[in-house]
């Protein structure tokens, strides 16, 4: 059973588009995260959710909203998606210090 | 902001041989985990620290937390091919919810 779930795994998309990447955790934790890891494998926060509450929202562009309808899911929707978007997103959540990643989403823009 | 430094950033190394990656910081942290992320998957918890000075041992590798809890190292005795891996410390500094990431250790053993 998958922990911390999140579609599409891939997504290949042109500039100016806007895509949503979803995210499901079954493990009953209060806090979900998005991180984003660029090319050279550098992991940073972008928001995280405490029961549904944003509590973290890191400087990242107005292009990018989460949102989350309920505290075991964390929707990260992408608008006029640009070159340097192109990364993997993972989603994760946690209940103490431990986090629990997903498997990455890859974005690529062209 | 805390900042963590990692070293090695790349290390290539043959079956057998042992190694240590370092992670150091300038801030005192009340926990310090590490983290392996294999190609293609999300970062796996593999320890995590929190007094200083402390050593855990996970079969092959070996874990220190620094006296002052600023830096942490990894020691892997005859590394296997499957330790191939990005290895990523995280701090947490106490009153902080967010973990904070090293660049990484990307790990290579060739057979």
């Known amino acids: 059973d998958t922990a911390v779930s999140q579609t599409p795994k891939y997504l290949v998309t042109q500039m100016g588009n806007d895509k949503s990447i979803k995210c499901e955790q079954n493990?009953?934790?209060?806090?979900m995260y998005w991180y984003k890891q660029d090319s050279k494998k550098f992991l940073k926060i972008m928001f995280s959710y405490n029961n549904k509450e944003l509590i973290i929202n890191e400087t990242v562009p107005n292009r990018f909203s989460p949102k989350s309808p309920d505290k075991a899911h964390l929707n990260l929707h992408i608008n006029s998606l640009e070159l340097g978007d192109s990364a993997v997103y993972f989603c994760a959540s946690s209940q103490t210090d431990t986090i629990y990643f997903g498997e990455g989403s890859w974005l690529t823009v062209v | 902001t805390q900042l963590l430094e990692q070293s090695p950033q790349f290390l290539s190394i043959q079956e057998g041989e042992n190694l240590t990656v370092y992670c150091n910081s300038s801030s005192v942290f009340s926990s310090l985990q590490w983290y392996r992320q294999e190609p293609g998957e999300g970062p796996v918890l593999l320890v995590t620290?929190?007094?200083?000075?402390e050593v855990k041992k996970l079969k092959r590798l070996t874990f220190q937390f620094g006296d002052a809890r600023k830096d942490s190292s990894l020691h892997i005795t005859a590394a296997q091919p499957g330790d191939t891996g990005l290895y990523l410390c995280?701090?947490?500094?106490?009153?902080?919810?967010?973990?904070?990431f090293g660049k990484g250790t990307m790990l290579l053993v060739s057979p």
């Open positions: 620290v929190v007094t200083g000075g």
């Open positions: 995280a701090g947490a500094e106490s009153g902080y919810s967010t973990l904070t």
């Open positions: 493990l009953g934790h209060d806090t």
